[in-house]
């Protein structure tokens, strides 16, 4: 059986992991979110209590990682760590930073491209990231950079946060979305970057329900659904 795949970049808070998530719904192909994957390294850096600057360091403690994914009933990806579901904890504001710092490592990205390819060597895929359609999937089947202007993405943080029951400000989410933006988009390897056969899907002005219909709309032009 051939297996499908659609990679979808794009900074933080552009709204993919709600439009790959429901895409994949309505596709029954799975989603996944590698940001996810990431973060449970973070996760593992944060723990051991190391400089997420310091790539030698780091890279050390790979080898020992047992980093795996599961989908729970509702399905929802959940990330294990050491056997431990991390789930939640890798959500935390903290990790986010430290995982912008630790992608940044080439040992990290290495060690993390055979695990986000055999998902797609196994299932149809929605995958999301940041360098899904240039450098995991470059075969992908659709690709689509996915963005929106800063302070429209920082509003929809915003709103996640205070509905996850977290207290969080405007400005500060704003100041984090762009200085995210920039170490994601500045490093030397797998940058964030549209790639050049990707399809450009701005969400600025649209609501969800809108900016899912135009996504439909991409990977209709490109796959039979
Ligand atoms: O999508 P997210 O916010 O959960 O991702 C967390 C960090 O992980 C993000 O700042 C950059 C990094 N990341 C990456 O470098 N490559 C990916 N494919 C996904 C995420």
Request: hydrophobic share 40%; aromatic share 4%.
């Amino acid at each position: 059986m051939e297996f499908k795949s659609i990679a979808i970049d794009g900074p933080a808070g552009a709204g993919k992991s709600t439009l790959a998530r429901q895409l994949a719904e309505k596709l029954g192909f799975i989603y996944v979110d590698t940001g996810a994957i990431y973060r449970t390294v973070a996760l593992a850096v944060l723990r051991a209590e190391m400089d997420p600057k310091d790539a030698g360091q780091v890279a050390g403690l790979l080898g020992g990682l047992d980093i795996r994914m599961d989908y729970g009933p509702d399905g929802e990806q959940r990330m294990f760590l050491n056997g431990e579901d991390v789930s939640g904890a890798i959500r935390e504001h903290q990790v986010s930073g430290l995982a912008s710092q630790v992608s940044a490592i080439p040992a990290v990205r290495d060690f993390l491209l055979d695990f986000q390819r055999r998902q797609a060597r196994e299932h149809s895929v929605v995958m999301d990231g940041r360098d899904i359609g240039t450098v995991v999937l470059p075969e992908a089947d659709v690709k689509i950079f996915l963005t929106a202007a800063p302070e429209a993405r920082a509003k929809r943080r915003l709103l996640e946060l205070q509905q996850r029951g977290q207290q969080a400000d405007y400005e500060a989410v704003l100041r984090d979305i762009i200085q995210r933006d920039e170490q994601d988009a500045n490093r030397p390897i797998a940058p964030l970057r549209q790639a050049e056969d990707a399809r450009l899907l701005d969400t600025t002005r649209l609501n969800l329900e809108q900016s899912l219909e135009a996504l439909v709309r991409l990977v209709k032009e490109k796959i039979e659904l």
